[in-house]
């Protein structure tokens, strides 16, 4: 299910299982190059598995840039705000701690969130699967740059969209899943982040597996979906040890 030319944002919530909640919740945006959008693998798949563990999923279908690179960044921040709380559209469903999750082109979507986000757009955490982070033209996924940026787009645009020069002691604890073989989005492009986030202190964890290329998501047909899984959970738990649910 690839969703073309979206031009209105929407939220699609899974509320978290009432006997596993956790008091989390997850905006997940799927990937796409920033020109669509794989709202099963990377949206709706990932999100059902989070509301078993407890923790409520809102797969955010995200505006298309079209060259206005501050629009998908509006949906996250609004999507965030709703599901904390603090506006209107997800009452029932909100949680006191929200993170953004993202593949690929959204989860470059969630690092832009991760690195500049407001005081009342502050995720939890975040997890990046296969993540787009640098725009740098070595590293750079060239689809999402001109999808995002457009073709003739300034040095100083690509830089401030590199979001592994935009980490601070301040960005939220991230997890990033990638692997070795991705041939789509480069695997330095997480290391480059995950190095970043170590330098400032900030809680992170990388997972390199050994194949699966680009794109898996929440595929079951994923050779290390089962151990990904598990890796999450744990991950999750270990942020507040206290609120951790037994995995399903």
Known sequence: NRVRNTSEATLYIFPADKAKVTGQAVVICPGGGYGMLAMDHEGYEMA????????????????????????????????????????????????????????????????????????????????????????????????????LLGADSTETMKTYYSNELQVTPQTPPTLLLLSNNDGTVKPRNSIMFYEALRENRVLTALYIFPSGGHGWGFRDTFAYHEIMKTLILQWIAELWPEQASAPK
């Open 48 to 147: 059902k598995w989070f509301a078993a563990n407890g923790i409520t999923g809102a797969v955010l279908k995200y505006r298309m840039p079209n060259h206005h690179p501050e629009v998908p960044l509006e949906d996250a921040v609004q999507a965030l705000r709703i599901m904390a709380g603090l506006e209107a559209g997800a009452t029932g469903y909100t949680a006191d701690k929200v993170g953004i999750v993202g593949s690929s082109a959204g989860g470059h979507l969630a690092a832009t969130l991760l690195t500049r986000y407001e005081a009342t757009s502050r995720p939890a955490f975040g997890i990046l699967f296969y993540p787009v982070i640098s725009f740098d033209d070595r590293w750079a996924h060239r689809g999402s740059v001109q999808n």
